[in-house]
């Protein structure tokens, strides 16, 4: 009776023991996933189709203002979109994105500029460019 008890307890320890080390494993995969997200995934495809759609007025923006300067969308972060007026079929909005810009072949950084569109569904035009 006592060796059954015994055996009971040291079976019930593993198993506790087991599941707690599962847990243990489990959590730190989520978080290593989350510290190895790349470009590409940050991306979602509504986000590269809304820096597509922005990039004509971005492009004739910053060649306005540079003209030697290019930018890559890979790299352009949307940093917030805005519902102007709200309610139910309401297309008014306001976008801000960062364009990261560099000039020559070898691509020396030339610093950012923050764009703000203003977005309807007559077209897009631009609100305000932060340098």
């Known amino acids: 009776m006592k060796n059954k008890k015994i055996t009971f307890i040291l079976v019930s320890f593993v198993l506790?023991?087991?599941?707690f080390a599962t847990g243990v494993m489990l959590s730190n995969k989520d978080t290593v996933e989350a510290e190895?997200?790349?470009?590409e995934?940050?991306?979602s495809d509504l986000y590269d189709v809304l820096l597509v759609l922005l990039d004509p007025a971005a492009r004739?923006?910053?060649n306005q203002e540079y003209p030697h300067?290019?930018?890559?969308l890979w790299n352009a972060e949307i940093l917030e979109v805005k519902r102007i007026t709200g309610?139910?079929?309401?297309?008014?909005?306001?976008?801000?994105?960062?364009?990261?810009?560099?000039t020559g072949p070898f691509n020396p950084p030339e610093g950012p500029i923050t764009i703000t569109f203003h977005v309807i569904t007559d077209g897009v035009s631009v609100a305000k460019i932060q340098k």
């Open 60 to 62: 004739k923006v910053i």
């Open 36 to 39: 190895n997200v790349g470009a």
């Open 87 to 102: 309610g139910y079929s309401q297309y008014d909005f306001t976008v801000k994105v960062k364009y990261d810009t560099y």
């Open 41 to 43: 995934e940050k991306h």
């Open 16 to 19: 506790v023991l087991a599941l």
């Open 69 to 72: 300067r290019s930018y890559a």
